[in-house]
């Protein structure tokens, strides 16, 4: 069990213990393109399935090239449970080479969990508590699809999991990388579906192209998705256009991922911004007007 | 290591800087527990204008060396939805409010000012005059004669204490600060950020930012902030709050020394949300030990 009580916000999301602390690295491992960082979070809560958290390492955080990073980095775990927390990272800047470069035993300030993780659309759930985290009642009879690129993977783990472990959840697993270096991470998920861009796995080509081939067939099915700006715009248009539930777990350049920044805007469909962090990650599709690239 | 500031009586001397720790959001984040534990000893809310602004496209942010650069574009409800949704969260805070306010006219300034001007639950105001000033393009505030004429302005609509948040990006900041003290501001803060670019790292030469420009914050301006800030108090009588790349209570005992009265925490809160509290302790921890290392020398 986690070592700290989980406590939910009056919108149901599990409230952060305030201020930074130290997590220790348990374990790291490189999977293709990727690395899995362990950490031992004794002091934080479990996180529900798309929230996320902002690391920094404690020693060397500044020390790279452009003398930086400098700020901390957002992070969605793939597991959050008995005080340990497990991250995906690519090392593609300077935050993810120094967070790559962790050793087991090496301390890392933590703020989180942060945000707004994935919830059921069904009216019943309404005003509860999002049903992330420990065991979903999925009283729906509508199948979920989970579409994954590249490192939008993990949020889209842990909620395949919490789905997977309420009643009578049907999950359709669909899965985009670039190549098959970066899908190697995904072989233990068996029954999903691959798509590479070069196609040196599965499907070669866009996973949206699933994600239309998936729609077409079930036109009533749920949609749950996480990857990067371009993929994430695609199937907002895809579902908005069809008028199929759709929510999208975004990712933004945030300095502070608590509110204070305002840094993380994304555009609304109805005029003005939101913030990426308080306001989501996860974000209703039809709320937005666009995914931004970046 | 309470502190007395236009009148008010702080627990200890270091504020938030307006616009870098939003109360509201951060309870959504971290719950109300935070807002009976505060780490700030006064609270300044961010800038709010007449109208609502929905702020600049993004992206807002680029990170430097040692620092960032925002350009956010000032998103707020505006004043009205301010004293009716944000005032009445604001007035349970443990601390005093002090309301930060902008307009792009000296007219339009003193009617934002006049909207909040006879409001109990705000303890101060602080004027933004970092808005471009259409005509020229220099920030009101950069220019001694036009920011003289626009807190005289602000100064006729409120008794409230005023306080000036001063641009950096100007010629001699101190003839600035003296500015606003003949028109009448009980205090100045400073520095702002400072004018900055940044480049897309893939797009030959163009714009990184979604409005062009932005402001540098963070560790970088530190030394910046201190020069300004001496410049400032060698040559005014009024309190000066400093401000600009603190990270540790010793920063904070410099722009003491350079004689602020109070300083302000800002992008480290990004970093560590529980900054504020941080520096204040560390800062009470040196003074304590040391003789009188950071003792205002304009009480």
């Not at chain 1, 305030?18 to 996180?47: C, I, M, W």
């Not at chain 1, 994600?211 to 700006?229: F, Q, T």
Request: proline share 7%; charged share 15%.
């Amino acid at each position: 069990m986690s070592a700290v009580p989980v406590a939910r916000g009056e919108d149901g999301r599990v409230l952060a213990p305030f201020g930074r602390r130290r997590a220790l690295v348990v374990s790291t491992r490189k999977v293709g393109a990727y690395v899995l960082l362990e950490l031992a979070d004794r002091d934080g809560p479990q996180a529900d399935p798309g929230q996320f958290h902002m690391l920094a390492t404690v020693q060397g955080w500044g020390a790279g090239v452009d003398e930086r990073p400098f700020l901390p980095r957002a992070f969605s775990p793939m597991g959050s449970s008995g005080g340990h927390l497990w991250f995906m990272l690519e090392d593609v800047g300077p935050g993810t080479h120094r967070l790559s470069a962790l050793k087991k035993g090496e301390a890392l300030w933590v703020t989180g969990p942060l945000g707004a993780g994935f919830t059921l659309p069904d009216a019943s759930n309404a005003g509860e508590a999002p049903s992330g985290g420990a065991s979903p009642a999925f009283t729906g009879a509508r199948r979920a699809i989970l579409v994954a690129g590249g490192i939008g993977l993990p949020p889209i783990v842990a909620w395949s999991r919490a789905l997977a472990e309420g009643a009578g959840a049907e999950v359709t697993l669909l899965l985009g990388f670039r190549d098959a270096a970066h899908a190697q991470v995904a072989a233990s998920f068996t029954g999903a579906q691959l798509a590479t861009d070069d196609g040196s796995a599965g499907h070669r080509g866009y996973v949206t192209e699933l994600l239309e081939a998936e729609l077409a067939r079930d036109p009533h099915a749920l949609v749950y998705a996480c990857g990067p700006g371009p993929m994430l715009e695609a199937v907002r248009a895809l579902t908005t256009a069809l008028g199929i539930p759709a929510q999208l777990a975004l990712e933004s350049g945030m300095a502070c991922g608590y509110g204070a920044c305002f840094g993380c805007a994304v555009p609304l469909a109805a005029g003005g911004y939101a913030r990426v962090c308080v306001d989501g990650p996860v974000m209703e599709a039809a709320a937005l007007a666009a995914v931004p690239a970046h | 290591m309470s502190v007395s500031f236009c009148g008010l009586e702080l627990a200890h001397p270091v504020i938030n800087g307006s616009g870098t720790f939003d109360v509201i959001a951060a309870e959504r984040a971290f719950g109300p527990a935070l807002l009976a534990d505060l780490p700030f000893s006064a609270y300044v809310s961010k800038t709010i204008t007449l109208r609502p602004r929905a702020g600049n496209p993004p992206p807002r942010l680029w990170e430097t060396a040692a620092g960032m650069v925002n350009s956010i574009g000032l998103p707020n409800k505006g004043v009205e939805a301010y004293l009716a949704e944000d005032l009445p969260r604001y007035a349970k805070l443990p601390v005093p409010l002090i309301t930060n306010v902008m307009g792009a006219t000296g007219a339009e300034l003193a009617e934002v000012a006049a909207a909040v001007a006879d409001r109990p639950e705000i303890a101060a105001i602080e004027l933004n005059v970092s808005c471009p000033n259409v005509a020229t393009g220099l920030d009101i505030g950069a220019v001694p004669s036009e920011l003289e004429a626009v807190v005289r302005r602000v100064r006729a609509v409120t008794a409230k204490p005023l306080v000036v948040k001063l641009t950096p990006n100007t010629a001699d900041v101190a003839l600035c600060a003296q500015a606003a003290e003949a028109a009448g501001a009980d205090a100045v803060s400073l520095i702002n950020t400072l004018r900055a670019v940044a480049l897309h790292p893939d797009a030959g030469g163009a714009r990184w930012l979604g409005a062009g420009q932005g402001g540098l914050s963070g560790p970088a301006i530190r030394s910046v902030a201190l020069a300004q800030v001496a410049a400032v108090a060698e040559r005014v009588s009024v309190p000066v709050v400093g401000m600009g790349g603190l990270q540790r209570g010793a920063h904070a005992a410099d722009l003491l020394s350079a004689g602020a009265t109070l300083i302000a925490v800002g992008t480290e809160s990004f970093r560590d949300p529980g900054a504020g509290k941080r520096v204040a302790r560390e800062l009470a921890e040196l003074t304590g030990r040391a003789t009188h290392p950071g003792a205002p020398r304009h009480p």
